[in-house]
Structure formats: C-alpha cells, structure tokens
C-alpha cells in the first residue's frame, strides 16, 4: 500500500511540474515579473514615484542638482559627508516635464535619508544654464499626469496618516510648481 502511495505522489508531482511548465511562456521566451508598479511612459520615463519602491529607471545625479540639494537641508552626515554616502542616500530618474524633450529629473531620497512612510521628492526642470528645483516636499508618492490641455505635467502628491490620506495636485509655471488643489480624506469611511 505504501509503495502505491508513494507510486501516485511522484506521479502527481510530475504530472504538476509538466502542466506549470507547458501553461508558462514558451521554451525560447523569457519571463521576468514586474519589480515595481511603476508606470513608465512611451518614452521609457517613470511618472509615478513611491517613497516605500525603488526608482525603476535610475538616472545618474549631475554635480549641480547635488549641490542645489546639499544645500536645500540638512542631511544626515552619511548622505552628507562623501560623494559615494549620497549616492546612497539618493536616486533619480528622467522624465520630461514639459513635453519639450529636454531632460528634468525626480530625484528621491532612499535608505537614511528617508523618514517612516516618507521621503523626501525633489523636481529640477532642465533648462539652458542647468537644473533648478522646481519643487521639493516630503511625501508618500509622487505621480505626473498629462493635463487636458497638453502643457506641462501636473505634479500630484500623497501623504498618509493614520486616520487621513491628502492629495496636492500641482502646476508648473515659470519654472516651479505651484499648488493649485488640495484634499484631505478620511481613511477607512469616518
């Protein structure tokens, strides 16, 4: 009887293996699952941006946008105190945030620089004369959406507490983003 027994579970666990294997991609397709939920445009730029996930696209950080950021706040001493701790402490991606395509960046903080369910964002829009910050806050996420009206992408952040989630919706004008919608809901229907 043990012999029988034995005899019908390899069988199942072959007749298993074979079934997930022939159901999969074919033999000469490779499949790789998602790292992140990220949406990536036509353009392979990442728009939405999370404090808890990585960068998908990373980009290199310019000297210039270190600097402007070095200064913008105190950082811990690791991020701080060599190039090698910033990078570190720091990743960006490339996106284009005029439709103009000219190079800005989304640069995020990561590892120690970041805070409990927050990070801290930073936008540079690209011009002639090198990167400017256009908009730096601490939030959850970070997503761009195309306007109705085909200008530049809107700014859309989220911050969670306990009780409450807030969204900013923001605009880009003469260089910065400036807000132009706020709302606060309750989580979980109170």
Do not use: W
Not at 80 to 87: I, K, L, M, N, V
Not at 158 to 179: E, N, P
């Amino acid at each position: 009887m043990r012999r029988v027994a034995r005899t019908s579970l390899f069988s199942l666990i072959a007749l298993a293996t074979s079934l997930a294997c022939s159901s999969g991609p074919a033999a000469n397709e490779q499949f790789d699952p998602p790292k992140n939920d990220a949406v990536l445009t036509a353009t392979s730029r990442q728009t939405k941006f999370h404090a808890e996930k990585e960068i998908v696209e990373k980009t290199p950080i310019p000297d210039d946008v270190r600097s402007l950021i070095l200064k913008s706040q105190p950082l811990p001493d690791e991020c701080s105190s060599s190039p090698e701790g910033f990078d570190e402490c720091f990743s960006a991606s490339e996106i284009d945030l005029r439709n103009d395509d000219r190079p800005d960046l989304v640069v995020q903080a990561v590892g120690s620089a970041m805070g409990a369910n927050v990070t801290m964002f930073y936008v540079f829009a690209g011009g002639p004369a090198g990167y400017e910050l256009a908009l730096n806050l601490p939030a959850l996420e970070l997503s761009f959406e195309e306007p109705e009206d085909g200008g530049p992408l809107e700014a859309v952040t989220g911050v969670a507490t306990a009780t409450k989630f807030s969204s900013q919706r923001f605009m880009l004008a003469d260089g910065k983003y400036k807000i132009v919608d706020r709302k606060v809901e309750e989580i979980g229907g109170k």
